[in-house]
């Protein structure tokens, strides 16, 4: 149901975001596909341990 509500919410929100916010959304999207397409935990991990360090 989260993914839904992320759709939406992107999709209507009408507050302009910053530069740095609209950066922030962009690497959390592409974080959350990489997510789904791991194939193991350990994978998952390895993601999550990129991602987070550029955030």
């Known amino acids: 149901m ?3 509500a992320s759709i939406f919410a992107s ?3 009408r507050e302009s975001l910053s530069r740095e916010d609209a950066k ?3 690497i959390h999207r592409e974080w959350d596909r990489q997510r789904a397409r791991a194939l193991t935990p350990a ?6 341990a990129i991602f987070s360090r550029n955030l």
């Open 2 to 4: 989260k993914p839904f």
């Open 11 to 13: 999709m209507f929100d």
């Open 24 to 26: 922030r959304r962009q």
């Open 43 to 48: 994978d998952q991990s390895e993601i999550d």
